[in-house]
């Protein structure tokens, strides 16, 4: 596995830092994840999307943030962009302000994107 880009986003207060990360197996997803929540241990939320060809895989945790805000358009931004055999990770810190489904999608699209150009 190889940290390939890391991008950087703040919404009302609360910071997103997102990582893109080259895979071989989900074996390399639980030990991102591991890693990021040792450097990160004061994170609110850890969510992730991980894409592998052969054999196919497809994967995402919103850990904790409502259904479907967080994993969702992460994994949907690697689709668009055809991002296979690699795992993007947003790392969010809540800054005090609740962003709302919309803001959360938004937010987490965002930071996917940054790390997919």
């Known amino acids: 596995m ?3 880009k890391n991008a950087e986003i703040i919404e009302k207060k609360s910071k997103f830092y997102g ?6 197996d989900e074996n390399d997803i ?7 929540k040792k450097e ?5 939320h850890i969510c992730w999307a991980g894409r592998i060809i052969s054999p196919f895989y497809e994967k995402m945790s919103d850990d904790g ?3 479907g805000t967080a994993g969702r358009p992460i994994l949907s931004v690697m689709q668009k962009r055809n991002i296979n055999n690699a795992c993007v990770v947003v ?3 809540f800054g005090g302000v609740k962003l709302g489904a919309g803001g959360l ?3 987490y699209s965002k930071t996917a994107s940054m790390v997919c150009n």
């Open 2 to 4: 190889k940290l390939l």
């Open 19 to 24: 990582f893109l990360y080259e895979i071989s």
């Open 30 to 36: 639980k030990t991102i994840l591991d890693t990021l």
């Open 40 to 44: 990160h241990n004061k994170a609110t």
């Open 65 to 67: 943030e409502p259904g």
């Open 91 to 93: 790392v969010r810190y």
């Open 105 to 107: 999608l938004r937010a």
